[in-house]
T-cell receptor, first 113, second 114 residues
Framework: KAGVTQTPRYLIKTRGQQVTLSCSPI?????VSWYQQTPGQGLQFLFE???????NKGNFPGRFSGRQFSNSRSEMNVSTLELGDSALYLC????????????FGDGTRLSIL | AQSVTQLGSHVSVSEGALVLLRCNYS??????LFWYVQYPNQGLQLLLK??????LVKGINGFEAEFKKSETSFHLTKPSAHMSDAAEYFC????????????FGTGTLLAVQP
């Protein structure tokens, strides 16, 4: 079974630009969550999508948004990039039942210049 | 609200020695607890999970963790460290309710000395 696939693996942007990250979950998984990992703040929950609906949202500004498609693939968008958005963005998928283990992709490393 | 605290941001052990990584949780509901490992330039890999079925949970790569409600702890152990165990380890609690949201600890970087 293929794991969680995130593209691209690395991305360099400049302040003010926007970016879209993609995540393909494990086949059959209906829940996709996104996390931001930084040295200063650690791992922080961004949002979770289940059956194309946002089920939960973390404490991030509205510049961070996401969506999920009918095939469970998900995208995350960050607009008006700031230097502080530099981070590893991790996507995780699970079956969708509550409190199930999540399976993570290798992440997208976003660097803002 | 749920939270986890990992004591010790850096732990160093000798190869073959016991590994003990500490995690304490706070939860207003019966918790679902997880340990993940992260190797450099990779995502997180699930080591084990506690879901109330048994207090001693066995995971992959020889790791296990014991849930102690009286101590609100879920410490991770391995009897004999291997060089390949060097990585960062994260304890996490599920957010509860209709969600798969994970709340992570700050992580413990494990170094294994030859």
């Amino acid at each position: 079974k293929a794991g969680v696939t995130q593209t691209p693996r690395y991305l360099i942007k400049t302040r003010g630009q926007q970016v879209t990250l993609s995540c393909s979950p494990i086949s059959g998984h209906r829940s996709v969550s996104w996390y931001q990992q930084t040295p200063g703040q650690g791992l922080q929950f961004l949002f979770e999508y289940f059956s194309e609906t946002q089920r939960n949202k973390g404490n991030f500004p509205g510049r961070f948004s996401g969506r999920q498609f009918s095939n469970s693939r998900s995208e995350m968008n960050v607009s008006t990039l700031e230097l502080g958005d530099s981070a590893l963005y991790l996507c995780a998928s699970s079956s969708g039942q509550n409190n199930q283990p999540q399976h993570f992709g290798d992440g997208t490393r976003l660097s803002i210049l | 609200a749920q939270s986890v605290t990992q004591l010790g941001s850096h732990v160093s052990v000798s190869e073959g020695a016991l590994v003990l990584l500490r995690c304490n949780y706070s939860s207003s509901v019966p918790p679902y607890l997880f340990w993940y490992v992260q190797y450099p330039n990779q995502g997180l890999q699930l080591l084990l999970k506690y879901t109330s079925a048994a207090t001693l949970v066995k995971g992959i790569n020889g790791f296990e963790a014991e849930f102690k409600k009286s101590e609100t702890s879920f410490h991770l152990t391995k009897p004999s460290a291997h060089m390949s165990d060097a990585a960062e380890y994260f304890c996490a609690v599920s957010g509860g309710g209709a969600t798969n949201k994970l709340i992570f600890g700050t992580g413990t970087l494990l170094a294994v000395q030859p």
